[in-house]
């Protein structure tokens, strides 16, 4: 069963958004972030201005730890359950997110370096 949330966008429409675990619930809003491949969530970087990386940046670096502890709970040789599955790819969008913060970029991507559009990213 697909659990998700709905939140209320500014233009009053509804967005579905994937559900997280309970006692994650303060981190509910960013779970736009919990995009299931690299390629998306790079993407959403790099079309997402600094200062909102830095919000979403300095709302998940408290949580990291109790994100990743919570995930250790669960075994490789099973798949995740799907609020798990979300918390995880919330999870690798806050590792993606802190090279633009952590290096002092002025934007979501590396304009000096390899064009974002030219990267291909394989799906495992």
Same mark, same amino acid.
């Given at each position: 069963?697909? +659990?998700?949330?709905? /939140?209320? @966008? @500014? ?11 309970? +006692?994650?619930?303060?981190?509910? &809003? ?10 998306? &969530?790079?993407? @959403? &970087? /790099? /079309? ?5 990386? @830095? ?9 990291? #730890?109790?994100?990743? /502890? ?7 040789? +099973?798949?995740? $359950?799907? #609020? ?19 290096? %002092?970029?002025? +934007? %979501?991507?590396?304009?000096? %370096?390899? $064009? *974002?559009? &030219?990267?291909? *990213? $394989? #799906?495992?």
């Amino acid at each position: 069963m697909n +659990q998700t949330v709905n /939140a209320f @966008k @500014k233009d009053n429409l509804i967005e579905t958004l994937p559900a997280l675990p309970a +006692q994650f619930s303060e981190l509910q &809003r960013f779970a736009a972030w919990a995009l299931p491949t690299q390629v998306l &969530r790079n993407s @959403k &970087r /790099a /079309a997402t201005p600094i200062e909102e990386l @830095k919000v979403v940046y300095d709302a998940l670096l408290p949580e990291v #730890e109790n994100m990743m /502890a919570h995930l250790d709970t669960f075994t490789f040789d +099973q798949p995740l $359950p799907e #609020e798990q599955e979300n918390l995880k790819n919330l999870a690798l969008a806050f590792m993606e997110i802190s090279h633009p913060i952590e290096l %002092g970029w002025k +934007q %979501g991507y590396n304009t000096l %370096g390899f $064009p *974002i559009s &030219r990267l291909e *990213i $394989p #799906e495992l």
